[in-house]
């Protein structure tokens, strides 16, 4: 086969000539229910979930009340791609959001790593709502008096590493009670587990129930899937207004001095949480077959989507960051939090049940996009034929359906919130950025037949380059120090907890003796907890700086230096090389402004998550490549057009 047939291309004639033949003869079509109210109640019942009940607080944390710029940023480039996605889901009004749009685009080599990015967007955001429903359940559960063994309501992995922290940090002084909650938990955990062996059998069993409970919904129908999804949302619509409107009479404006303790940096610490927050927009548009009027629906309903959860999301950060100093808000539920602590523990029991009830909506929206995902994929001949089967009575991708499941549950059982949370960002954030930069790739070509919306045309041909230069005279006139260490990769400090952490025995003992000999304040006769005693210093820069530097320790334990820090910014410098390159294209091409911006701002939050998160990316996108060239290349429809 000829090197460019990796990218050959559907063309949105044959997509929807295909979509107008399944119709009429009803082989392979599903059912047709979805209004704007609908996309616009799917939208809100997929944004509105750990966001708002949960990731809120640590963002809150790290910028302040300036957060709500956080949001407002983040909005800006969901909006961006929101225009895009608008556009292409108006000009090929079928399932299979990004993967056949990229498809129409780029061709088939991309769409294809597009879908099985997707695969992973879907079915790791999946994993990372069925384990916070099932915290928030456990939850709702022990304030009612029912407490189930922490060994079925944890995934195995953070019982693991959580157990091993609690042991360094009693090694190093600190008493079980005074461990973190959460190290707390784990340790018991895996205190607790039944074992075979040693393996301890740690699993999060709740999050299995609602995968199973809400799989089986998804299967019976869009119908009934709908009708669920906006019960949902009125409840949650309900529960939020009642926080920001019972929550405004208890808000101290004086809580909101400072603004931006933390600076432009603390606002940006927690871009990824709050991306998170967005996350499921795009799900929309995996339902374009189902919608009575796509061209016009679609995009009505992922604007409408976006512009009423920031509304929320402002809302319920001003209220929270009035009722609480921002440095108290780093918890894992805010909202009943900052309730329980002004004594209203009435409105904290009404919190956890909305939670739970928004966290199942998420879960429902995001369990029926990768079903049609994958239908899509299957119809184009790069998946098995099985998993385009529609259900004749419910008119839903059946095999894919209970796959889905499958695909989702068992990794709920073991993997880690964090860890899933983050996969699921970039994957996300991937599919973004080559659905604007699709737009941009169609939008010189005439032939391309286009849809009742299209994104606003402002030319970046010189808008670009002067937003580049007001970012470096920001970054170098006002952000000078922390531009010149990212530059030069200067070594960063480990903070107190990763240090303690890292000692032995002999180490710890060492440690212990410097801190005691350098306590002007008799700390260390009250408590042997070296990792209190030396995050005391943390509040100062300079003097933790100090204390550090005479650790009776190998600077490896001190310093992140070197490669080792360097591969932490692999993807900002991977960021900064493409944007010249998109500066340098929008000046040849008079590329259009919107699109541009979009693609932009989700690489910028891309280069803002770890490497590690590239890295397994990368990991899951090669094992993509692997199944195109051993099945999917062969088996794809146009490969048999080509030989005809």
């Not at 429902?364 to 079903?371: D, H």
Request: aromatic residues 12%; proline residues 3%.
């Amino acid at each position: 086969m000829a090197f460019s047939s990796l990218f050959r291309k559907k063309t949105v004639q044959d997509i929807l000539k295909q979509v107008a033949q399944n119709e009429s003869d009803g082989h392979n079509a599903l059912g047709k229910h979805l209004t704007t109210r609908d996309l616009t109640a799917f939208g809100i019942a997929a944004i509105v979930g750990a966001g708002i009940f949960s990731t809120i607080g640590k963002a809150s944390a790290d910028g302040g009340p300036a957060v709500i710029f956080l949001f407002l940023f983040t909005a800006l480039a969901c909006g961006f791609a929101a225009f895009a996605y608008a556009e292409f889901a108006s000009m090929v009004p079928v399932s299979g959001s990004a993967y056949t749009y990229s498809y129409v685009a780029f061709g088939e080599l991309i769409a294809w790593i597009i879908g099985w990015a997707l695969i992973m967007e879907y079915a790791v955001g999946n994993i990372t709502v069925a384990i916070s429903w099932s915290d928030y359940f456990t939850g709702l559960l022990q304030s009612r008096g029912i407490n189930l063994p922490q060994w079925i309501q944890m995934d195995y992995l953070t019982a693991s590493n959580g157990y091993k922290d609690a042991m360094a940090l009693m090694q190093g002084g600190k008493s079980f009670e005074n461990l973190d909650a959460g190290l707390q938990t784990a340790y018991t955990a895996w205190k607790t587990a039944p074992t075979i062996g040693s393996f301890h059998f740690v699993a999060d069993l709740p999050a299995l129930f609602i995968i199973v409970l809400i799989t089986a919904l998804v299967y019976r129908g869009m119908k009934e899937s709908r009708n669920a999804s906006n019960l949902m949302v009125v409840v949650k619509l309900c529960i939020v207004l009642l926080v920001i409107a019972v929550g405004a009479f208890y808000v101290d404006t004086t809580n909101w001095d400072p603004f931006a303790p933390n600076g432009v940096g603390g606002v940006l610490k927690g871009v990824s949480a709050v991306f998170f927050a967005y996350i499921g927009f795009d799900a929309i548009s995996t339902t374009a077959e189902e919608c009575k009027n796509p061209q016009r629906d679609l995009p009505r309903g992922m604007m409408w989507a976006i512009i009423i959860c920031t509304i929320l999301y402002i809302a319920i950060a001003l209220v929270l960051t009035g009722m609480v100093r921002y440095n108290e808000l780093n918890v894992g539920d805010p909202l009943a939090f900052v309730f329980e602590k002004l004594d209203l523990k009435w409105m904290s029991g009404i919190i956890a049940v909305s939670a739970v009830v928004a966290m199942a909506s998420v879960l429902l929206v995001f369990q029926m996009g990768q079903p049609r995902i994958w239908m899509s994929m299957s119809r184009d001949g790069l998946l098995p034929k099985k998993f385009s089967t529609v259900h004749p009575k419910f008119k839903t991708p059946s095999f894919a359906t209970i796959v889905t499941g499958f695909v989702v549950a068992v990794p709920a059982l073991f993997l880690n919130l964090t860890m899933v949370t983050d996969l699921c960002s970039i994957g996300t954030l991937f599919a973004f950025v080559l659905v604007c930069a699709g737009v941009l790739v169609l939008q010189n070509k005439p032939e391309i037949p286009r849809g009742k919306f299209k994104t606003p045309y402002v030319n970046s041909k010189y808008i670009l380059p002067v937003l580049i230069i007001a970012g470096l005279y920001y970054a170098f006139a006002f952000n000078n120090k922390a531009t010149m260490a990212f530059i030069n990769n200067e070594a960063q400090t480990f903070d107190a907890t990763t240090i303690i952490t890292s000692l032995n025995k002999e180490e710890s003992a060492k440690v212990l003796n410097y801190l005691e000999s350098i306590d002007v304040k008799n700390k260390t006769a009250e408590t042997s907890d070296l990792e209190h005693l030396l995050s005391q210093y943390q509040d100062d820069e300079a003097k933790y700086a100090e204390v550090v530097k005479g650790l009776p320790i190998n600077d490896a334990a001190k310093y992140e230096t070197g490669f080792s820090l360097f591969k932490h910014k692999i993807p900002m410098w991977i960021f900064l090389i493409v944007l010249v390159g998109l500066a340098v294209w929008a000046f040849r091409k008079n590329l259009s402004l919107i699109p541009l911006l979009g693609l932009i701002c989700c690489l910028y939050m891309m280069a803002e998550l770890s490497v590690w998160n590239w890295i397994y990316f990368t990991v899951w996108l090669l094992i993509g490549l692997l199944i195109y060239f051993g099945y999917s290349r062969k088996n794809s429809k146009l490969n048999f057009v080509e030989k005809i």
